[in-house]
Structures are given as C-alpha cells and as structure tokens.
C-alpha cells in the first residue's frame, strides 16, 4: 500500500491486515465507540497496588505513566518517566475472569412432592464485553481455553455466548516484564491473531501514538468511528523496532524443545522432591494462569429444602480433595500436586490439545509467594536428565 | 473434534445444549445387593427421553441438594431406557443416593466416555477379570456378549471379591454358568470354613484360566493394584498389550471434560476413558499419584 503524504484524518476504508496510525488524544474516541456499541468495556486499570483488570469509563482509568517491576514472588508498581499507558507487563488477572467466571451458577433445582424439576441458570443475556488491552500471550491463553470449551465433543453454552459476543483490542508489548518468557512459547510479544484491533504504542521526540492493526471486520468497522490515518513505513518500522527490543529482553527463557518427552520421562525426578520443600500448595499459580480450567461444584440448598442449586467454582489441582476419591486422594503428597500442575502445563496438555498449557505470561512465578519458577524447575530437570533423549540419527555424533 | 463443533453449530443454529443440566429419572426399584452395595433401577420422568449407552460407559447421578458423582451404568444395553446403577455407599453423595427410596427423582447426565469393545470380542476367547464392585461396569458387556453367545469363543469371568458374601448379582452369574455360557472362577480374601472356592488374590487363577492367549480380548475392572498386576499375569501368558482392556477410576465433577478433576497423565478419564486400551496408558499404569 502506497503511503499518502497528505495526512487525511478519516483515510480511507480500512481492510484487515491494514495499518493505521491513531494519536493519543483521538484513544478515547476508540473506547466511546466501543462503549457506544454497548460493550461493556473492560481493561487495565491500577487497583490496590497492582494493575487489575477490571471496568473502564475512559481512558483516565488506564494506568498512564505506570510501570511494575516482577520477579519470582515480586511484583511492584513505579512511576514511568513518560505517559505510556500500556507501559507495564501482565498482573495478577487474566481475561478468564471475564470468559470464564470464578463463580457461575449452573441450574436451579426445585423439589416439588417426590418430584424433581430442573430449571437452567435464570435466561439472562450473556455479556457483550470488549476486552481492551489483550497482550499476546493472553491472546493464546484464550485460544487455548476455547479448545477446553468449544473444540471438544462438549460445548459451554455460557462461554461459547460469551467468547462469540467478544471484541479483542490487543496491545503489542513495549517491554518485557521481569518474568516473561512467551518469546520461548512462540506465543508472543506480538500479537498474531484473534484480534479485532491490535495496537503498538509509540512514544518518541514528543509524539504519543499508537500503530493500529485491523484484524477484523468489526475492528475495521469500530476504527472508522476514530480519526486515524495510514501507518507510514517509518511507524511501522518503529513498532517492529519495539517488538523486536522486548522478545530480546525477556525476564526468563524456557527451552522447549522436546519438553513433553522429557518431562514423561522424568516422573521420579528428584527435583520433584527439592520442589516439594518450597511449594506451599497455596494454589496461586493456577488462579493467576491464564490457561488454568480447572472447576469443582458446590451444591446448596436453601432453609426449606425445597430449592437447590449447583454452582460452578474454579478449582486447583493444589488441594487435596482435587484427586479425592473414595479410600482418599490420588495425589495426596505435595510433590505429586506440583508434578502434576508443572507436567500438564509443559506436556500432557500438548498430548490433551495439541498446545502447550503455557503461554509464557510469567504471572506463576510473579505471584508466587515463595518464587518458585517454572522456567528454573524445568531447567533443573533437563540439566540432570538421567536419560537423554535418543541420538539424532542425522548427525554424526559418537 | 472440530468437525463436530460446526456440526453442532449447524444443527443447532443457536444456544447449544447445556451440557451440564441433569434430566430427571424416577426410582423404580432400590435392591440390596450386599452388605455395602446397592442397585437403583430408574426410568425417565419423561417417557419420550430415549437412552442408548455403550457397555462401559457411566452417568452423572444427581442426589436433590446433596451432589453429583460419576457411576457406571451396570444394567443391560438392550433393555433401555431402563438404567440400573449399582453403587458402593462410600460417601456423602452414595450415603444419601442409599437413602432414596422408589418414586423419588434424581437427576442423570450421560451417558459418558469410551466402551468396553464387545465387538472386537467377536470369533475370540474373552477373559473378564473383575475385583469387588469392578463388576458392575463390566456387566452389561456380560449381558451383550450373553445375547450374542454364539460369537464367542469361550467366556471365562475371574471375579474376586472380600468375602463370599461380598459377591454381586449371584444369581445371574450362576443362570449364565448353569447354562454353560459363562466360565466363572471365583475367589475370595477370606472366608469361612465353610467355603470351598478359592481364597487368594484374582491374579493367581489367571495362569490356570481355560483361554487361548494368542486369541483373546481382556476386560479388567477393579482396585489399580489388582489391575495392575492382572496386566502382568496376561502379559506373561502370552496376551498381546493391545488385546487388554481395563477400566479407570478418577475424581470427577462434569464427566464432560470440563473440570479437570479426573485428568490421568495425559488422558481424561471421563473422556478418553474410563475404558482404556492397555497400550494408552501402559507408561503410567502402576506409578504412584500420577
């Protein structure tokens, strides 16, 4: 595409894979159009000492100028020399919150005589959220929560509403946080796929912003409300120089290669057993994942005893009762709590969806009450692996 | 399984069906089967509700307030929509289920997960090797394999159980035998003098068991440890790993694949399993907490 020099404020239709360039001050015209469209609005926003997700009026409530410092068992807010509103990595929510919810009622049911009726979760309609502020890795996180919910014999007619209802606006990651690793996951800083919008922050010799790429229809649609115009080569160039700078600095790395394979192997490692001293199986990792499924129910009944009902809550595979069954648990020791956590991540989820259950995001080491690092667990594995894997026949090793 | 999603979607054209919202079946029958197990005989509330199911597969069984557990339909194929679910009263769901008496409603999802391959079975021998309540997943493949006796070689059932007491549906067991369709070799952990069956572990008899090993399908069901070591007996008889069949047991709170809960290695019991050929889950059969 041919760059206009005229700068044009409402350039032409846009198509998706085109590149726009819209400035700081037009963004918030990009939220009321959303907002305009009656999705309910949702994205960064700084809460109780750490970026959450949660509802936006405007783009007041992003955290301009706010960055956070993470490490294992760390997370910290501080101020940024500049405004970037997206300046920051992952916190401790994900967008499951939204798609998949802590807490969902599944039906109703009421006694009546020795009868029995049914009645499903009250017809109320699903939301119709836009999402603004996806990274990449968040981005694969819900694909890979679609292959849970929709991809399988069994569809979830909640989540299939709200996932079909969705609009994604993505953001390219300007920087690294101190406990990423989706360059190892291939699953990010940029964003690929499934996204309406994707947008890169720019901020440079006093200009403030941001590279638009149409992923959709309705993106296209959503950006002919905002004043924008063709991306010029030298933004784009900028955006990938950005992109470029944060896959080369991330906080932490995780070799892949063949990890399914080396994990199967390794069961009886005995790193299991020198985890095991430091894992306090509070279950924060799997409540911060962004790919953690798991769910158990809760059946309550009201005082007459005539009206009950089944909720749906998450769960982690840290308890005991997880693996509960009669005679006691499957996994009743901590080390096997942890294996099973670390190795369904890393392999039999690739085996289960055809995806690692990782997308790098870091939040299970940031929030880690004791740090324990799934990259340094996994490389203390492969570092003692007592059996290598099977010579490669191609080359000419002894 | 994507096919399947847009096959779903073009049927349906709309909200899909919930997949975790039981359907209402009435108590016929509640029958004592031993000192701890039970059988509850239900029909669907509603009389069009059609119910197929494969031998093998289980339900989702909803106790009003109480909760939901997984068991296996123990009842006979070919004689839907009848369903009867034998059980152990083991916890706060069977505790209550043990309560229930006929005429009341309970809630029932499925059927779910794999079968056990009656059909394979055909023009082989086949060695059913159960441990306790084990038996009862296994025998609406009895009750198929019993319609269609002619198919099959011979039909031996190992079945140990506690105590002679402890044995289920004893009087079936011996009709099939006394007609010389079914093969039973029975054993117990312990017994009174008065019996005069074996006593020992189901594994012993598999050595001595009339089968021809280069021509037979396995089913097992029972206790992992008991499980396990059948496998190996079979194994060293000569029966080929892909011949073996055994059921699994996990924790689970959907049956659908959705909660996580009963995840086995790489495989979901309520999905892949519970039915298992042996060669899908030989790595991790017999390791500890997996």
Redesign the interface.
Known sequence: MKVPTQRAKTAEPSHVGDSFVVEREHLEQLLQALVSRSYELVGPTLRDGAIVYDHLTSTADLPSGWTDEQAGGKYRLQRRQDQALFGYAVGPHSWKKFLFPPQQRLWQAARNGKGLQILPAEEQAEPKYAFFGVRACELHAIAIQDKVYLEGQFVDPGYKARRENLFVVAVNCGQAGGTCFCASMNTGPKATSGFDLALTELLQDGRHCFVVEVGSVRGAEILSAVPHQPASDADRQQAERILDHTARHMGRQLDTLGIKELLYRNYEHPRWDDVTQRCLTCANCTIVCPTCFCTTVEDVTDLTGEHAERWRRWDSCFTVDFSYIHGGSVRATPRSRYRQWMTHKLATWIDQFGVSGCVGCGRCITWCPVGIDITVEAGAIRASDSIKAPPDQSKDSP | ??P??EQ?EAVTAG??????????Y?IQRVKQETGDTFTLEILP?DPSQGFTFAPGQFNMLYV?????VPISISSDPGNVPLLKHTT?V??TVTKAMRQLKR?????IRGPFGSHWPVEEATGRDVVIVAGGIGLAPLRPALYRLMAERSKFRRIVLLYGTRTPEDMLYRHELERWRGKFDLEIQVTVDRAASTWRGNVGVVTTMIGRAPFDPSNTLAMLCGPEIMMRFTVMELLKRGVAAECVYLSA???M??G??????C?Y????VC?DGPVFALPSIA??LG????
Do not use: Y
């Open positions: 399984m994507a399947m999603l779903t909200p899909v069906p919930d997949p975790m919202l039981p359907v209402p009435r509330e009003f307030g109480v909760g939901e152990r083991v916890g005429g009341e409603v309970m809630g047991e996990r924790n709170k959907c659908i694949g959705f909660c996580g809960h995840q290695g790489p495989t979901f999905k790595a991790i390791k500890s907490e997996i």
